[in-house]
């Protein structure tokens, strides 16, 4: 068993093929120097330390008990589907009898000139250890694009005193898969952080001369910043794949069972575009981090021959000060929506399908108040039930009693 990509969907993989009895040869290439990594506390706790350290998934000890080789700093460069092998770029080659690709995505370049060495992406653990570099009270930071990495960043920098401008080409923040009551709480709580937030403006110019970034919106305004941190989404790493001759189909195309078009070759986690069955097979492309981890575990089943289908919902969260937002489903699957209070600011917001289904449920509140509920919302979501409406809004209903229903 080979795995391309040492990230979140990679090392659980390969951990998933060991705890499933698998003994056979477990190979893990990486072309990061690191243990694999969880990436989400890069744009959080990373930011928040002075020497920011990897949370690692399994520590060499784990790694080497479990008899998985872990192949660092080398990255895959081709793969011979005829004679089931994988080149790598030190020159070696690997046998493979299932191979699974888990090459997660990348930042989406912003397509302009005049980007310089102060003009960063946040991706890697290296990435984050050269943003927390700059940021120190006074250092003056542009976030490009309203998204969740870049306002975490954002909440980040005003924790530590820089001053901070977020740019945003759309009319407003979270556009994609937020609510727009959800996004303008996480506005709010932006502007009274002293957060300078720019909607409905594109960029017309960047001029970076290494010791600053000057940036000309459309409208004419300038920011002048001591770093720009680009955000502006992520996209499926698939050359390695579409070079083997893969179908790619936003992300590397693979059934329910995660196989691509070639029945020894899986992809999962960032990279790859699956059927959703709780959505009639619609087919999407998730960058989730429960995501990722669900999916290197049905992987490495569906390596070994199970043939389990992937049968998840969809689940995502965010923090950025003291609030936490989570959604299960996907709430563009919606017609109509309902809301529930849940105390001290917290609400939950119902996406119900035009057949009333549920399909899919928003909530933003302080510290864990929506945890509870998303996750009853997630059981109800998968059981694609039909609750009514007024029951939802209702805080005298408990959810749990929607799910015996
Ligand atoms: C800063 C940040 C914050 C995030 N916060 C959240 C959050 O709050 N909530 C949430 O749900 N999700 C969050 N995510 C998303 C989540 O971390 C990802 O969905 C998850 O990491 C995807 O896992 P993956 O294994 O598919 O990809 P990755 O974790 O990206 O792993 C892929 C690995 O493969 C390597 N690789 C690629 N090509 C090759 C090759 N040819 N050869 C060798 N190696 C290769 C890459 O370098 C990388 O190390 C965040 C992501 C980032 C970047």
Redesign the pocket.
Known sequence: MVI????????RAALALRDLGYDGPVTL????PHLPY???P???EAMASDAPEIKAIASDAILAEKSIRHIHS????AIDRMAHTVRLSDGSVLPYDKLLL????TPRKLPMPGLGARCVY???FAD?LAIRAHLSAGSRIAVIGGG??GL?LAAASRKLGASVTVIEAQPRILMRGVPAEIAEIIHQAHVAEGVDILCGDGIASIADDGKEVRVTLAGGREITADLAIIGIGAVP?T??AAEAGLTIDNGIAVDAELRSSDPDIFA????CSFPLAVYGGRRVR???????QEQ?ALAAKNMLGIGEAHAAVP?????QYGLSLQIAGLSDEGRSTVRRDLGDGAFILFHLAGDGRLVAASGIGPGNAVARDIRLAEMLIGKQARPAPEALGSQAVKLKSLLAA
Do not use: H, M, Y
């Open positions: 391309i990509g040492a990230g979140e969907c990679g090392g290439v990486g072309d990061e969880e990436r989400p890069l744009s959080k080398v990255q895959a460069v888990a090459t997660g995505s946040l991706r890697t984050a969740f990495i975490e790493a050359g390695l999962a986690g960032d990279c998730l960058e989730a981090w429960r995501n990722a290197g689940w995502f969260w965010s923090d």
